[in-house]
């Protein structure tokens, strides 16, 4: 990742944290990211890219499209 140069005076890189966002009223939605390229300094603010991990198949009990969508709306 350093080679990259992800991390700039203005952009850094970011590892496993929490994205959420508030889709109504009653309802938040959130996620924990592996890697994530966002403004800030030590506390992501505005998210760039994120790179989402693997998600076990739907026999794990766990919809992995449900999830993967909901990671892609919050970001």
Same mark, same amino acid.
């Not at 939605?29 to 998600?55: C, M, N, W």
């Not at 739907?58 to 970001?75: Q, S």
């Given at each position: 990742?350093?080679?990259? %140069?992800?991390?700039?005076?203005?952009?850094?890189? =970011?590892?496993? *944290?929490?994205?959420?966002?508030?889709? /109504?009223?009653? &309802?938040?939605?959130?996620?924990?990211?592996?890697?994530?390229?966002?403004? %800030?300094?030590?506390?992501?603010?505005?998210?760039? =890219?994120?790179? *989402?991990?693997?998600?076990?198949?739907? /026999?794990?009990? &766990?919809?992995?499209?449900?999830?993967?969508?909901?990671?892609?709306?919050?970001?």
């Amino acid at each position: 990742m350093n080679l990259a %140069g992800y991390d700039t005076d203005k952009y850094n890189s =970011f590892l496993e *944290h929490t994205l959420s966002i508030k889709v /109504n009223e009653d &309802i938040t939605v959130s996620g924990s990211l592996d890697f994530l390229v966002a403004t %800030g300094k030590q506390i992501p603010r505005a998210p760039l =890219f994120a790179l *989402h991990e693997y998600k076990p198949g739907p /026999n794990m009990g &766990i919809d992995p499209m449900e999830k993967l969508l909901i990671a892609m709306v919050t970001a």
